[in-house]
């Protein structure tokens, strides 16, 4: 019987996460392919339709890359498979608080 292939995206080699295309479970061993990179990763949480989940780990700090681009810093250090949402992750845009007052 073949492997199911599951839907996701992530588009930049680089990304520090992908997006679900699907609904997934936790526990879920999914591939996470781009052109560069496949990536093999148990999801620790379920992941709705179009919520991200980290495919490396993500030291508390960090940016966090999606699509190519910085979308958040991280509040907290993200295991590889875990749901990347608002309860880990700070946006970094539109934020008039981060910037500074010649900025």
Known sequence: MAEKQHK?????????VAVALEPLSAGTTV???NAETTLTVQLKDSIEFGHKFAVVPIAEGEDILKYGEVIGMATRAI??????HIHNLEGKRGRGDKIGANG
């Open 79 to 84: 295991e590889v498979g875990e749901h990347v």
């Open 8 to 16: 996701i995206v992530m588009m930049k080699p680089h990304d520090k």
């Open 31 to 33: 591939n996470v392919r």
